[in-house]
Structure formats: structure tokens, C-alpha cells
T-cell receptor, first 111, second 115 residues
Framework: QKEVEQNSGPLSVPEGAIASLNCTYSDRGSQSFFWYRQYSGKSPELIMFIYSNGDKEDGRFTAQLNKASQYVSLLIRDSQPSDSATYLCAVILNTGNQFYFGTGTSLTVIP | DVKVTQSSRYLVKRTGEKVFLECVQDMDHENMFWYRQDPGLGLRLIYFSYDVKMKEKGDIPEGYSVSREKKERFSLILESASTNQTSMYLC??????????????FGSGTQLSVL
């Protein structure tokens, strides 16, 4: 089992809709969770991080963490064509000194 | 603003050549990383360093070595380039492992082609 798993997609949503991206992780003791956005041909950039169970909101983005289910998600409200990118989930495992990345979910927002 | 600079955006090398990829960060970060990114395989860790002259193998170190002589600079070396090392190479850094410190900042990447 991989440390971090994501659906590769592609996920397509119409402009203005909510995009929901999901990630599961294997290490129950993991403490730190991140979402990175990567535009085609560019490097990943951090958009959200979350440490506690529940929701964390930042503008149109909401990260959700459920440690009991070992599940972290990213919701993008009012999706825009500029949100079209690959979204990478990253987790720091309980061992503490490495980031583990999922393979990413490709999102396309259709105007 | 945090800045991680990789020396080359595109690089073309021949099989068997020794290749150096350079990375410099200006944030006084302790930890630096080298990843490669391939379609369908995601980001895979090659090596990381948590201090000057310290290094740790990641998941795929074979065929690579690293050097960290100064805190701000982390070099990736392909001892004898092979075609299966054609990839996007990403350098990254972070200041520490305490919550709030572990945000990973990436360089712009080097697309290496080995012919």
C-alpha cells in the first residue's frame, strides 16, 4: 500500500461548481497534511495545510481532515478556469522527516 | 519571499556523462530535498539533507549522489547519466519539522533529457 493515495482523475467540473479532491494516507500517526497545486510545466506551490481534525478554510479553498478515517480532502468553491491544474496531497508521516506525495489529481474547470 | 533557485530550466546530456544539478535557497533553511517527477509516478524523493555535509537516501537514490558543502546549496550528481534518468528534477527546502515550519518550497525545476 502506498503511503499516500489520490485518484489520478482527470476530474472535470463546470465553472462555478465545487471541486472535491480526495486523499488517503496509510500512517495513522501522521500529523501534518498539505495540498499543493501544480500548473502544467511549473513546480508545485503550497495552497493549504492542516494539522487538526475538521475543516480549515482559506478563501475559496477548504481543507478537511479526518484522522480516524485517514482521509484528507480539498474543496474548491466557485471553481474558476484558473484552478485547472494538478493537485498534490502531501503528508508527513509519524516518523517525521519526510514528505510523502500522492501522484496528484488533474482538475479541469470548464468555462 | 522564499526563493529556491535551480541553475538550469532545461538540460540535454549524453548517456554516460556526469551531470550536476545545482540548487540554492536564500531562506537559511536547514532541510533540502531532491525529487524527480515522472508522469503517473508522482514526486519521488532521491536524497535529502538536514544539515551541511549531512545527507540521507530517499526512495530512489540509485545512480545519484549529492553534495551539501554550504547551507544554502544542495547539488545533485548523476554519476553516469542514463536514458532512464530523463525526468523533471525538483529541488525543495523547508526550515524545520515543527508545525508551521514544514512548508516545502520548490524551485522551478530542471527538465533533464538524456540521449
Amino acid at each position: 500500500q502506498k503511503e499516500v493515495e489520490q485518484n489520478s482523475g482527470p476530474l472535470s467540473v463546470p465553472e462555478g461548481a465545487i471541486a472535491s479532491l480526495n486523499c488517503t494516507y496509510s500512517d495513522r500517526g501522521s500529523q501534518s497534511f498539505f495540498w499543493y497545486r501544480q500548473y502544467s510545466g511549473k513546480s508545485p506551490e503550497l495552497i493549504m495545510f492542516i494539522y487538526s481534525n475538521g475543516d480549515k478554510e482559506d478563501g475559496r479553498f477548504t481543507a478537511q481532515l479526518n484522522k480516524a478515517s485517514q482521509y484528507v480532502s480539498l474543496l474548491i468553491r466557485d471553481s474558476q478556469p484558473s484552478d485547472s491544474a494538478t493537485y498534490l496531497c502531501a503528508v508527513i508521516l509519524n516518523t517525521g522527516n519526510q514528505f510523502y506525495f500522492g501522484t496528484g489529481t488533474s482538475l479541469t474547470v470548464i468555462p | 519571499d522564499v526563493k529556491v533557485t535551480q541553475s538550469s530550466r532545461y538540460l540535454v546530456k549524453r548517456t554516460g556523462e556526469k551531470v550536476f544539478l545545482e540548487c540554492v535557497q536564500d531562506m537559511d533553511h536547514e532541510n533540502m530535498f531532491w525529487y524527480r517527477q515522472d508522469p503517473g509516478l508522482g514526486l519521488r524523493l532521491i536524497y535529502f539533507s538536514y544539515d551541511v555535509k549531512m545527507k540521507e537516501k530517499g526512495d530512489i537514490p540509485e545512480g545519484y549522489s549529492v553534495s551539501r558543502e554550504k547551507k544554502e546549496r544542495f547539488s545533485l550528481i548523476l554519476e553516469s547519466a542514463s536514458t532512464n534518468q530523463t525526468s523533471m528534477y525538483l529541488c525543495a527546502s523547508t526550515s524545520g519539522w515543527a508545525p508551521g515550519d514544514e512548508k516545502l518550497f520548490f524551485g522551478s525545476g530542471t527538465q533533464l533529457s538524456v540521449l
